[in-house]
Nanobody, 117 residues
Framework: QVQLAESGGGLVQAGDSLRLSCVAS????????MSWYRQVPGKEREMVAS???????YLSDYVEGRFTVSGGIAENTVYLQMNSLKPEDTAVYYC???????????WGQGTQVTVSS
């Protein structure tokens, strides 16, 4: 089993910054990608950013230039630095760990990010 521990959410004002952290523990040897998703009520969960064991990273278009993703699969960590936050960034942010082994698709409990205008 893999456990994902997220932290760093909170209530901020527009223009402020937050840093989300996710640490994986347990049977992490199959993890090859760690990602951040977000979800608002009534909408599908959407990918925000990810890192891979090959060293590549991804940021969605709507956060490019404001958010950065860092960490490392070998360290079982992924961070999401969120700058210039906007009210539309308000969501529950989830950490996900995936890989090639069967069943390697794990989710954290989610952390609420609320951005007031």
């Amino acid at each position: 089993q893999v456990q994902l521990a997220e932290s760093g959410g909170g209530l901020v004002q527009a223009g402020d910054s937050l840093r989300l952290s996710c640490v994986a523990s347990g049977d992490t040897f199959c993890i090859s990608v760690m990602s951040w998703y977000r979800q608002v009520p009534g909408k599908e969960r959407e990918m925000v950013a990810s890192i891979t064991s090959g060293g590549s990273s991804y940021l969605s278009d709507y956060v490019e230039g404001r958010f950065t993703v860092s960490g490392g699969i070998a360290e079982n960590t992924v961070y999401l630095q969120m700058n210039s936050l906007k009210p539309e960034d308000t969501a529950v942010y989830y950490c996900n760990a995936g890989g090639s082994c069967p069943g390697t698709d794990h989710w954290g409990q989610g952390t609420q990010v609320t951005v007031s205008s």
